[in-house]
């Protein structure tokens, strides 16, 4: 099924599955009752758009990709590619990370693209 053929409640579920978070912590991270979770994913109810900022924030996405499946923050001719889900695990990895982390992992893709760099 294309991304964009997908349902608000499947784009949602995919994210909470992709991140390995429980429904009932999600709801606690967002505000929201598990009853209302549990509305928005299996009957099919769309979040108020105040729930969907707060939605798309806790999974680090944008609330357009979780309504629409479009992420507008990349230009139509790149979205898709198979590059897509790397690039979307790096950033969440970069943004779990301390200042003392974000320095190292820094450090370390410097030296690898130097090292790629290099080798070409």
Same mark, same amino acid.
């Given at each position: 099924?294309?991304?964009?053929?997908?349902?608000?409640?499947?784009?949602?579920?995919?994210?909470?599955?992709?991140?390995?978070?429980?429904?009932? @912590?999600? #709801?606690?991270?967002?505000?929201?009752?598990? +009853? %209302?979770?549990?509305? !928005? /994913?299996?009957? =099919?109810?769309?979040?108020?758009? @105040?729930? #969907?900022?707060?939605?798309?924030?806790?999974? +680090? %996405?944008?609330?357009? !990709? /979780?309504?629409? =499946?479009?992420?507008?923050?990349?230009?139509?001719?790149?979205?898709?590619?198979?590059?897509?889900?790397?690039?979307?695990?790096?950033?969440?990895?970069?943004?779990?990370?301390?200042?003392?982390?974000?320095?190292?992992?820094?450090?370390?893709?410097?030296?690898?693209?130097?090292?790629?760099?290099?080798?070409?």
């Amino acid at each position: 099924m294309k991304e964009k053929n997908k349902l608000f409640r499947e784009r949602l579920l995919d994210e909470l599955n992709y991140q390995g978070l429980s429904k009932i @912590d999600f #709801a606690e991270r967002i505000g929201i009752s598990i +009853n %209302t979770l549990n509305m !928005y /994913l299996y009957r =099919g109810s769309i979040p108020a758009a @105040d729930v #969907a900022v707060k939605m798309a924030a806790a999974l +680090n %996405t944008t609330t357009e !990709y /979780l309504i629409t =499946g479009k992420d507008l923050s990349t230009p139509s001719s790149q979205s898709g590619t198979k590059d897509d889900w790397q690039k979307k695990e790096i950033i969440r990895i970069i943004n779990s990370l301390s200042s003392s982390q974000l320095k190292s992992f820094l450090d370390i893709a410097r030296a690898y693209k130097t090292g790629v760099i290099s080798d070409t």
